[in-house]
């Protein structure tokens, strides 16, 4: 799945547009390298988004095209 989308469906970042936005400024990291959009992300892969002076880092736990708001929690563990 795309790294855009992923970051949608897991709810990490509201919008696809706005994922798609950070990818191309360089806030997203996929295993300690700037990621673009496009990026094919797989489970098991480390994520860190940079919100201006803070950072998310997370791990992929699972990938799937589409997960209730509930369940969206269990794509991924914080780390």
Do not use: H, P
Request: proline share 0%.
């Amino acid at each position: 799945m795309r790294l855009d989308k992923y970051l949608k469906v897991s709810r990490l970042i509201k919008r696809r547009t706005v994922a798609n936005q950070a990818c191309d400024a360089g806030r997203v990291l996929v295993n300690d390298k700037v990621a673009r959009a496009s990026l094919n992300v797989k489970e098991g892969d480390i994520i860190e988004i940079l919100f201006g002076n803070k950072s998310q880092k997370v791990q992929v736990l699972s990938v799937k095209e589409t997960v209730k708001k509930e369940e969206a929690e269990n794509m991924y563990k914080d780390l």
